[in-house]
């Protein structure tokens, strides 16, 4: 007997680089789909040799087939990128072709504007995501050059009626923290169904790395720190109080560096002597930081969810916060860490200080910390919300995941 072939099924989302929560998130739902489906990723592209603009303006927008990380993938060019509603408005008609064999359609990104493209193409669709267009980008065009704020504000009405138009559209939504499903839930509106609430799973060691009690402490914080919503400055703040009081501390920060100017303001101060930049790293030398860590800081503005804490957990790391949005949903007051106000850096100082100063306290919030990715953050909870998902949405498939359980 010929096997029968797996429906084939369009993973939607923006591009995902080469880190950075979009991609974890991109794995989790392309690994779940691949077990019943045939999925290919889709996203728009910036590359000049695919997509025209005021630079390149003759360059004709088109296709092209990829693979990213053992995906299959397909980048279809934008159009003047300028202008953020016309991202996917100005190639609809190449969203249409690329889009013309898929009968399923799973979006999944930070905010929910990846969607426009199965929205405009009266695509029927579900949607996970963790915040929304306008929450995402508050901070971050407080940097933008005069012509691209001015540009920005003549494009936010369009974006808002986006925004709320392929939230309506959705056939079902996921909300990757609380914070998003409030958000969410705001606009939707209660004739729609409820906005479930899917976390994302993160797999714990083996067991809770064994730390000895030691002076020494170690704190560790990740992300794209070139990105004014991480807000760097706070971080450095709240390390030079923590350094002041305790000098057996070293601050290790992951990913994109933070701006120059920053480094430049800390260089001659004696804490900086204990700050180490690394740079992008490999999963394999995070993980090594991970063991040795004895405290996370995430000073962030906003964050949809914060999938960096609950890695950073799965190590037994507890979790000091800024009240950011995601974070509130895992990290627990003096269970597995705190949470702190946004830019007082003498809370997150004293919080940072309270924890590492205290090995009793310490060893209680990591083993909380441990235990919470254990019980909350499961692949297998998490894969079962996107089956009912997608079973509400297209009802032909619950057959399609019945038949996967009696295998």
């Keep these: 007997m010929v096997p029968q072939a797996k429906p084939r099924i369009a993973i939607v989302t923006i591009h995902p680089l080469n880190y950075g929560g979009v991609l974890t998130i991109l794995k989790v739902v392309y690994n779940f789909c691949l077990k019943f489906f045939e999925p290919t990723l889709f996203f728009p592209s910036f590359d000049p040799s695919l997509s025209q603009s005021i630079r390149s303006p003759f360059t004709k927008a088109n296709i092209r087939k990829t693979e990213y990380f053992g ?66 980008r508050a901070v971050r065009k407080k940097s933008f050059s005069l012509i691209r704020k001015i540009i920005d504000r003549a494009a936010q009405p369009s974006m808002k009626k986006i925004e709320r138009k392929i939230l309506l559209q959705a056939a079902e939504i996921g909300a990757q923290s609380f914070y998003g499903q409030r958000t969410f839930q705001e606009i939707r509106n209660r004739q729609f169904p409820k906005i479930r609430h899917i976390g994302i799973p993160v797999k714990p060691a083996e067991t809770v790395p064994f730390k000895s009690a030691s002076k020494e402490k170690v704190i560790i914080a990740v992300g794209r720190f070139n990105d004014p919503r991480k807000n760097g400055p706070m971080l450095f703040a709240a390390f030079e109080k923590i350094y002041a009081s305790y000098p057996h501390v070293e601050l290790i920060i992951v990913g994109n560096k933070p701006d120059v100017t920053l480094i430049n303001a800390y260089k001659e101060k004696p804490c900086f002597d204990n700050i180490k930049i690394t740079g992008h790293i490999s999963d394999e030398e995070l993980i090594s930081w991970y063991k040795k860590a004895d405290l996370m800081l995430i000073t962030s503005y906003q964050e949809g969810l914060g999938i960096i804490g609950l890695e950073a957990m799965a190590y037994g790391i507890p979790v000091v916060s800024t009240d950011c949005g995601g974070p509130s949903d895992f990290v627990h007051p003096n269970k597995n860490g705190f949470i702190v106000p946004i830019n007082d850096s003498s809370a997150m100082a004293n919080a940072a200080l309270h924890i590492i100063t205290d090995d009793v306290l310490q060893e209680t919030m990591r083993l909380n910390a441990y235990e919470y990715i254990k019980t909350s953050a499961s692949h297998k909870r998490t894969e079962q919300l996107f089956q009912r998902m997608l079973s509400d949405a297209y009802p032909e498939l619950v057959n399609l995941f019945i038949q996967e359980k009696q295998e």
């Design 71 to 136: 995906m299959p993938s397909i980048e279809i060019g934008t159009r003047f990128a300028f202008w953020e509603p016309g991202h996917y408005q100005f190639t609809q008609y190449l969203w249409k072709e690329a889009l013309e064999e898929y009968d399923y359609f799973f979006v999944v990104s930070g905010t929910v504007i990846s969607a426009h493209p199965v929205a405009l193409l009266k695509k029927k669709y579900v949607l996970w995501g963790s915040t929304l267009y306008q929450d995402d």
